[in-house]
């Protein structure tokens, strides 16, 4: 569940990855036994993120807006 939510609310917008990265970086220490169930469910979202090519998105981003002016 956890997952499916990571990734909507990136895909929306709703929260960057500066804020996904320093949430998993820097836990909340009186929150690190929910923290630690949600990094394991969360893993292969992070996995993405640390992955992804920003040239990439910048380009998707580029065709995004040339289709709206279409």
Excluded: R
Aim: proline share 3%.
């Amino acid at each position: 569940m956890a997952q499916l939510l990571f990734d909507i609310f990136y895909d929306e917008e709703c929260v960057t990855e500066e804020a996904f990265l320093e949430w998993l970086n820097h836990p909340d220490q009186a929150e690190m036994a929910g923290h630690s169930v949600v990094e394991i469910s969360t893993k292969d979202f992070f996995i993405w993120l640390q992955q992804s090519d920003p040239e990439q998105e910048e380009e998707e981003e580029e065709e995004g807006e040339k289709e709206i002016e279409s």
